[in-house]
Every structure is written in C-alpha cells, then in structure tokens.
C-alpha cells in the first residue's frame, strides 16, 4: 500500500466515523487484526480529535467487559465479537463497507501537545488490564527508536513483529515508520518462525524486531534455513530477558548481533537500547535515549549508589497521562517521572541492567538473588526449551526460590536443570524446588503468569526438590 493509498483511506475513516456521531475526546475500541483497515481506523479516530483503543485479540471476554466500561467505549469495532456484550457494537465488515463509502475527512481537529490522543491497556501477569492514556505530544515521538538507534530513513523497510495493541508495535511497526517516511511490513496473523524466515527472504527489511522466543525458535530451523536474515542489518528484542546463550547462537548462526532495547506501555516509544558495537550482555538493557533521564531508588525512595540494585524510574518525553485508574496514577508516577516496577542496577558508564521484577528480586542469606541469573544458567542446557523462576514462601513463611522448566528433550529438562543450578550458582542461588511442566500458563499478551506457577506449588506439599 502507497502513502497515498493509505492518506485517502484515513480519510474515509475519519469521514465514515463523524457520520456514525463520534466526536472529540470519545473512545473508539478498535477489536481487529493488523491491516490496513485497523490503521486507518486508529489515525481516522486521531484526526477527528477522538481517542482510539487497539484491543488485544486474544483476552477473555470479562477483559473485553471490563476494559470496554473502565474506558467508557462510545464504539467497538470488532471482526469477531463473540460473547462480547455493547451498546454499539459493529462488525469490521459493516465497518469496512462504510469506510469505502464515506466521503474523505482531510481537516484535523486542532490538538495540543497534552490533550489525550489514545488509550492501550497493558495485560500483566496478575490482575485486570490497566488503561494507560497518552497524549498528542506523545504521538509526535514516534519512531525515536528508529531514528535514534537503527537510523532509519525513507530507504529502510522495517519488520517489527509485536502487534498494534501493544505499544511497541503501535510505534515500530505503524506510527514510527510513517513519521519517517519508511516502509513497514506487518502480519495480520500471530507469526511463526517459518514465516517470519519466508517473509525476511522475499521483502529484505533491514531491521528485524521480535521476542527473544522467536529468535529462539528460529534457531531451531538450522544454519541452511537461516541464511536469508545474514542480509539483515539489525536485529532487536525485548519484553523478556535475553539470555546470553541465546544472543551468542544467534551471532553464530547469523554473523549480526543480537541486542536488546527496553520500554514500557507507560512511556509508548522505547526508552533504553544497546547500539551496535556499543552494547553489554548479562542482562544489559543498555543506555538512555535522546531525552530519557533514569534513575535508581531503594524502596523508601532514596538514590542508591552506582551498582546497586533498586527500583527504576523513567522520565521520558513520551510519558502517559495518566493510568485509568487514579490509586494506581499515584503510586506511579511522580512528578514527570514514573516508576518501572523493574528492579535494575547502573553501572560507570551508565549502562543499565535489569535484575527482574520489584516482586521477584530477594535476599537470602543477606545475599541479594537474581531469578533470572537462575534462568540464563539453566538455559544453557539444550535439554532445556525455557524456564521461569519465581519467588515462594515455604512453610515457615520464608521466600524461597521455585524453577518451573519446559523440556527440549521431555522428563530430563528438571534433572538437567539441578544438575546446572548445583555446578554453577551458589548454595544460595540454587533453587528449593525444581518443577518440570509441558508449557507455562501465559496471558493473551505472551507474557508467563507467575502467580498461577506459584500457586501451582503452594497447592503441593513441597517436599525438597
């Protein structure tokens, strides 16, 4: 699709949503998979001053329920509504049908920089989604990753695999390649490895985001199969940790470094990245970008010294407003900065590390234990295919950590991973229960959720390991 193509379908959409009554600062929830439709959907609804809401597809519909109240929805568009209960509610095709048929809407409602342009909501690992409202003037940062790290410009065709709902999709896959002028190459479905591969042969982006699952199980096609991205220039990942094994097989396979980059819903546009030929491994999220300022606290809120692990907090020039819910604003964020929830260390040079998440980090035996030090250990064995560690009380209310693995080679991933742990952590970063499960309950996000692992355990009588 031209930008031409894609000017004049923005403003049908815009046109086709003023004729069905939605006005300024209204929500439009936007139910549908990456097209051109559910782009112009969302810039349609930027343009008439509305706030438009990409839906995740894959929650349950009491997510749908309560998110589509906690907003106050004016509008869901869907292309599959099942079970999903609204006033005014209209199918993608009766949308799309509409669309072609609006007279264009080319004239923008005039916004300021901090009036409220969309809402995302972020689906953790507990509790309800968390509405996260942004601003005009954060839609202007779009494409700082791309500009400030890979520099992209008109020339380059950019594959970030993360969907519109999320907000690294929503910057690096649409809004950030349209400010500056690139090409982006989107799925409407959920990618596998094989077509990730097919779609780097035939369109040659040149730079590739994704998880680091993904570039995992890419590896798991073969050198031969691989040889198509070696043309590839960049390659990024995030949202989970990456382990070092995994980034060194990848370096091998491919010949380009593998790096990490890190950002948060809250801040929309990424706020850490390593740069190529400047980057750390070991947990490294990297250093600060143009106008990001971090800083590291303990928990009553003082700064700690270099080194020292604590509590992350952002300023960022593209901060959200505001949560949905004022409790949740409050603990959060503070005079224009906010705070991660990630527990990280800075280090001489002002590289950032992440240790894991505020509720994971823990002491034992005064010595502080990092999870996902756990982790990396046990990833290193190929009979292992992933792991999670999280954080138990035993029966004397101490917490203890608990390993939960998914085997490559099945019934030997647990044995594997005690056998690592014991060789090479330390008596008191060796997990007190190792558990071995066919796969890890996840959210529609991807992400494992914790509190069903641990839940799990506390349900046994937790003998030993």
């Not at 077509?195 to 369109?203: D, S």
């Not at 999280?390 to 390993?403: C, I, K, M, N």
């Not at 069903?452 to 046994?460: S, V």
């Amino acid at each position: 699709m031209s930008y031409g193509e894609l000017w004049r379908l923005v403003g049908q959409a815009a046109g086709a949503l003023a004729g069905l009554g939605i006005g300024r600062g209204e929500v439009v929830a936007l139910l549908l998979p990456d097209s051109p439709l559910a782009a112009a959907a969302f810039l349609g609804a930027l343009r008439l001053g509305a706030l438009p809401l990409p839906l995740n597809t894959r929650l349950a519909p009491a997510d749908y329920a309560y998110i589509l109240r906690d907003c106050r929805a004016r509008l869901l568009v869907a292309e599959d509504a099942r079970g999903i209960e609204h006033e005014h509610r209209m199918d993608a095709a009766t949308f799309e049908s509409l669309v072609h048929r609006a007279s264009p809407l080319h004239a923008s409602v005039p916004a300021e920089d901090g009036d409220p342009a969309f809402w995302l909501y972020s689906s953790g690992t507990t509790g309800r989604p968390k509405g996260i409202l942004h601003s005009h003037r954060n839609c202007a940062q779009a494409g700082k990753f791309l500009r400030e790290v890979i520099g992209a410009d008109a020339d380059t065709v950019v594959f970030c695999t993360s969907k519109m709902f999320f907000a690294y999709g929503l910057d690096n896959a649409l809004l950030g390649p349209l400010s500056i002028g690139a090409r982006t190459l989107q799925f409407s479905s959920w990618p596998d490895a094989e077509h990730l591969v097919e779609a780097v042969a035939r369109h040659r982006p040149g730079c590739l985001l994704t998880m680091p699952t993904m570039f995992r199980r890419m590896l798991q096609l073969g050198r031969e199969r691989l040889q198509p991205l070696r043309a590839v220039r960049y390659f990024y990942t995030g949202g989970e940790r990456l382990p070092d094994s995994l980034a060194q097989q990848w370096h091998e396979a491919v010949g380009v470094e593998l790096l990490v980059s890190y950002g948060m819903s809250e801040t929309f546009c990424n706020a850490t990245a390593n740069f190529r030929g400047r980057s750390r491994g070991a947990g490294s999220i990297g250093l600060p970008l143009d106008g990001v300022a971090c800083k590291v606290l303990d928990a009553e809120g003082r700064p700690l010294a270099r080194g020292e692990p604590g509590l992350l907090w952002l300023r960022h020039p593209s901060l959200a407003l505001r949560y949905s819910d004022p409790e949740a604003t409050a603990r959060a964020f503070r005079d224009g900065w906010i705070s991660t929830g990630d527990i990280c260390t800075i280090d001489e040079e002002g590289f950032i590390y992440h240790q894991g998440r505020s509720d994971e980090l823990l002491r034992v035996a005064g010595q502080w234990v990092k999870p996902a030090e756990v982790v990396e250990t046990v990833l290193a064995d190929p009979r292992v295919r992933d792991a999670v560690c999280v954080v138990v009380p035993d029966t004397d209310g101490f917490e203890r950590l608990a390993l939960f693995v998914v085997p490559a080679v099945p019934g030997e991933a647990a044995r594997a991973a005690q056998e690592r742990c014991q060789d090479a952590l330390p008596r008191f970063s060796q997990p007190k229960w190792i558990r071995e499960v066919e796969e890890f309950p996840k959210t529609a996000t991807g992400k494992v959720q914790r509190y069903k692992l641990r839940e799990a355990l506390l349900g046994e009588s937790r003998p030993g390991h």
